[in-house]
């Protein structure tokens, strides 16, 4: 079962962008994970999102991250594992000057986290795989959720206006991968779970 706990939203200002990105839960008979975490300024509404489902961070096995910006990462802290992509974890220790989502800061929120690495098709619970989507960053990462004919996209796919339109959102670290991974969603997905927008389905005219 998939559920949104915090919906994602785009909210352009000429003063930049708060970046809601949606917080997603996946529970099977396994486990749960989280697929990203958001930041500091919903984490008492992420805590009151698992409260009222009877869950705290305790219960969560592990955050997978879909990549390092800061909107997607910073409540890692608030849980015990942390699962990302090794090329997005060697960004972050590393990232580009002019790349303003991933701070140089942004590694240190994982220190002290037990970090485990994934590539695609690994399974972090059973039916529920990772994706590699490239392009928005080095390592962006989406999950495959078999049984629901869903992919959970990160920013790789942010809403269904970029869907749509086939072009990626903003400043890509490579935008011929980012096109190509938006292309892998519309093959592959029945649902979409984007990065900051609601969930929506795919239909074929």
């Known amino acids: 079962m998939i559920t949104a706990l915090l919906n994602g939203y785009l909210m352009p200002t000429d003063q ?17 994970v989280l697929f990203d975490c958001g930041h500091v300024g919903r984490r008492r509404a992420l805590l009151t999102a698992l409260s009222e489902r009877g869950l705290s961070p305790a219960d969560i096995d592990a955050v997978v991250l879909s990549h390092g910006h800061w909107d997607h990462l910073q409540n890692a802290d608030l849980f015990g ?21 991933t701070p140089r800061w942004a590694a240190g929120v994982l220190d002290g986290l037990e970090i485990g690495e994934v590539v695609e ?28 004919s869903a992919v ?24 011929a991968r980012a096109e190509e991974s938006i292309g892998r969603v519309v093959s592959l ?14 239909t074929q005219n």
Not at 152 to 162: C, K
Not at 167 to 173: F, N, Y
Request: net charge negative; charged share 20%.
């Open 16 to 32: 930049g962008n708060p970046a809601f990105c949606a917080v997603y839960l996946i529970e099977t008979p396994a486990g749960r």
């Open 152 to 175: 959970l996209t990160g920013d790789a796919v942010p809403s269904a206006g970029v869907l749509v339109s086939r072009q990626p959102l903003g400043r890509s670290s490579d935008p």
């Open 121 to 148: 098709a690994d399974e972090v619970l059973p039916g529920v795989a990772v994706i590699e989507l490239p392009g928005h960053t080095p390592g962006s990462i989406g999950l495959v959720v078999e049984q629901d």
């Open 189 to 202: 997905a029945g649902m979409v779970y984007p990065g900051h927008d609601r969930p929506f389905r795919i």
């Open 81 to 101: 594992r942390v699962l990302l992509h090794p090329a997005e974890l060697r960004y972050l220790r590393n990232p580009a000057p002019e790349d303003l989502g």
